[in-house]
């Protein structure tokens, strides 16, 4: 099994910046691929970027350009966020998808909250 825990989220005026962090632990040399996902009040959980040590990296088109996902040994996905616009506000969750199933794995959660 894999375990994920995010950190970083906030509150932060529109044009700021946020770094989240996801770790995981157990089973993460499993891990297929890594990326984060995002749920705002009454919206269903979106893409928001996402990668792989063969295809790379992925961004949605609302946050291409002003989000850079990057990873660190093969247990850490980081999120840079910049010119963080209010629409941004969401609660931000890690995904891990691995072993042979591409079985999916969540984090708990952490909240983003960009004010006007």
């Known amino acids: 099994q894999v375990h994920l825990v995010e950190s970083g989220g906030g509150l932060v005026q529109a044009g700021g910046s946020l770094r989240l962090t996801c770790v995981a632990s157990g089973d993460f040399f499993r891990i297929k691929m890594m990326g984060w996902y995002r749920q705002a009040p009454g919206r269903e959980r979106e893409l928001v970027a996402d990668i792989t040590n063969v295809l790379g990296t992925n961004y949605s088109n609302y946050v291409r350009g002003r989000f850079t996902i990057s990873k660190e040994n093969r247990n850490t996905i980081y999120l840079q966020m910049n010119s963080l616009e209010p629409e941004d506000t969401a609660v931000y969750y890690c995904?891990?998808?691995?072993?042979?199933?591409?079985?999916?794995?969540w984090g708990q959660g952490t909240q983003v909250t960009v004010s006007s």
């Open positions: 995904n891990a998808k691995y072993g042979d199933n591409w079985d999916n794995r």
